[in-house]
């Protein structure tokens, strides 16, 4: 049975970082291309960044420059680095695991950026 579980999320001022962590067991991580997603209160779900079995990164345009994806397929774990939040990254964030036609994800941790 494949399970991602995330980690790391809660509330953190305007400003302030946190690092966002995806345990995946089941499954070794090498061939997956890995994600991270949030859904905002009435939004829908959007891809924020991920990574490729390459090492190769991509990121929405709104938060270039201040979060930072990496994968250790090692440990099996996916990370993203989250600095200079702003209260508009207030979401739920999703770690997602796709390869070919296959899809997995997690339950979501909470990220809340309010003074």
């Known amino acids: 049975q494949v399970q991602l579980v995330e980690s790391g999320g809660g509330l953190v001022q305007p400003g302030g970082s946190l690092i966002l962590s995806c345990q995946i067991s089941g499954k070794r991580l090498d061939p997956y291309t890995m994600g991270w997603y949030r859904q905002a209160p009435g939004k829908q779900r959007e891809l924020v960044a991920e990574i490729s079995g390459g090492m190769m990164p991509n990121y929405v345009d709104s938060v270039k420059g201040r979060f930072t994806i990496s994968r250790d397929n090692r440990q099996n774990l996916v990370s993203l680095q989250m600095n200079n939040l702003r209260p508009e990254d207030t979401a739920v964030y999703y770690c997602?695991?796709?390869?070919?036609?296959?899809?997995?994800w997690g339950q979501g941790t909470r990220v809340i950026v309010s003074s």
């Open positions: 997602q695991g796709k390869l070919g036609g296959t899809v997995y």
